[in-house]
């Protein structure tokens, strides 16, 4: 989790959603908790359909949002 927290949330085109502030654990699986500047914090659900690269070095994930989850920030 100490690796995620902080890291930068882009999405596939590079434009930037957020900021990874927490990690939420649930039994099905995980989430990332985005903190966007236009919608608050977002959850986005931590599965390789939807975070599709973990970049610690780079300091970055890249999501590929499905409809309505960053629609307004994109």
Same mark, same amino acid.
């Given at each position: 989790?100490?690796?995620? #927290? *902080? &890291?930068?949330?882009?999405?596939?085109? *590079?434009? &930037?959603?957020?900021?990874? @502030?927490?990690?939420? $654990?649930?039994?099905?699986?995980?989430?990332? @908790?985005? $903190?966007? %500047?236009?919608?608050? +914090?977002?959850?986005?659900?931590?599965?390789?359909? #939807?975070?599709? +690269?973990?970049?610690?070095?780079?300091?970055?994930? =890249? =999501?590929?949002?499905?409809?309505?989850?960053?629609?307004?920030? %994109?």
């Amino acid at each position: 989790d100490r690796q995620l #927290i *902080g &890291l930068l949330a882009v999405n596939v085109d *590079g434009h &930037l959603l957020g900021t990874v @502030a927490d990690v939420v $654990h649930l039994p099905g699986h995980d989430l990332l @908790a985005v $903190h966007s %500047e236009a919608r608050g +914090e977002v959850l986005v659900p931590f599965v390789h359909e #939807i975070v599709t +690269e973990v970049d610690v070095l780079d300091g970055r994930v =890249i =999501i590929d949002p499905p409809g309505g989850l960053f629609d307004d920030v %994109e």
